[in-house]
């Protein structure tokens, strides 16, 4: 095979890649079969819409590892908390004053929930109104994030 396995690699980075091929998911299984490599996700959006469409995002990726390696990943985007952590301890954002404006509500509304700021839905990307509806009636206390 033509696959080398590096020896110094710390950490499996994977966010969205248009030219992800089976062999990057390869390489990253490879890597991550070792507990110490990190598995770090830029984030976790599964779908992207341009104009006319809805494509894949770095999320439906992150999945595929996910998969091959039984590895959760360290998220460090959206909807994770840190991303906003400094800015809220600097004081340059005052969560009671910040509104979170998205199109996903797992994520860009998740975050929002996640640092205490009120949270807007566009209703036009990934996410509508008609889908906040059916989370209001689940009993998954992740769905409570995308609408309270």
Known sequence: SGLRKETDIGAVVVGFDVHFSFCKMIKASVYLSDPKCLFIATNTDERFPITGMVIPDAGS????????????????????????????????????????????????????????????????????????????????PEHKKTHT
């Not at 999945?63 to 039984?70: G, K, P, S």
Request: proline content about 4%.
């Open 61 to 140: 990726i992150v999945r595929t590892v996910q998969t091959c390696t039984a590895r959760e990943p360290i998220v460090i985007g959206k909807p994770n908390r840190s991303i906003c952590e400094w800015l809220i301890k600097n004081g340059s954002i005052k969560p009671a004053r910040t509104l979170m404006i998205g199109d996903c509500c797992g994520s860009d509304i998740v975050l929002g929930h996640n640092c205490g700021f009120k949270t807007l839905l566009v209703g036009t990307g990934v996410n509508q109104l008609s889908d906040v509806h059916v989370w209001q009636q689940s009993s998954d």
